[in-house]
């Protein structure tokens, strides 16, 4: 059973892997189509969920590019043969081995298989879904790319909000991007 239901479109949140990173799956209700968002480091269960719910995934999506977010891609690209989506500025993080994960996550994991550069305002379309790219990096941040959100006609809306955006600072701009960027998207998007 999915953790909500919406407009069509079914969210499952699964915080994966030895920082409990939210992986989101959005599906299309009535076509069972989905798009795994950030998988963490635990592409097995996200298969096990996509096998009991079944569902076919059609989008593999990232947020940004630190390793602890893409760490299960490379085996969930191999299990559906489909590239990873990113944000074009967060690319080259992605495709690279990013050697200091091992500090907190006690393994490297394999660089991911990019298959789409993504850019404010993309669409991706889900079964009767269609997804729309808003970037929203923080300001002053050291890293190209910090978050990518997608709003559907469920306005499911998937950031990296954990531990990282502890700071009022952090939780302010993460409001104030989804109260501008998000809640006043079109209702044809």
């Not at 949140?13 to 069972?32: D, K």
């Not at 950031?159 to 079109?186: I, K, Q």
Request: glycine share 8%; aromatic share 4%.
């Amino acid at each position: 059973m999915a953790d909500l239901r919406s407009e069509g479109a079914l969210v499952w949140q699964l915080p994966l892997g030895a920082l409990g990173t939210n992986c989101y799956m959005i599906a299309c209700e009535a076509s069972r189509r989905a798009v795994v968002i950030d998988c963490g480091d635990d592409a097995g269960a996200v298969m096990d969920l996509v096998e009991r719910e079944g569902l076919t995934i059609d989008c593999l999506l990232a947020t940004h590019g630190h390793a602890d977010h893409l760490g299960g891609f490379p085996q969930l690209s191999e299990a559906t043969r489909l590239g990873v989506a990113i944000h074009a500025a967060d690319r080259a993080m992605a495709e690279s081995k990013q050697h200091a994960a091992v500090v907190f996550m006690g393994w490297v994991p394999e660089p991911v298989r990019v298959s789409r550069s993504l850019s404010d305002g993309d669409t991706l379309q889900v079964g009767e879904l269609r997804l729309r790219v808003i970037h929203t990096p923080p300001p002053g941040a050291r890293f190209a790319s910090r978050a990518t959100a997608c709003s559907s006609p469920a306005t499911c809306c998937c950031s990296p909000v954990g531990w990282v955006h502890r700071s009022s600072g952090w939780r302010r701009y993460r409001d104030e991007a989804l109260a501008n960027r998000v809640l006043p998207s079109p209702s044809s998007t």
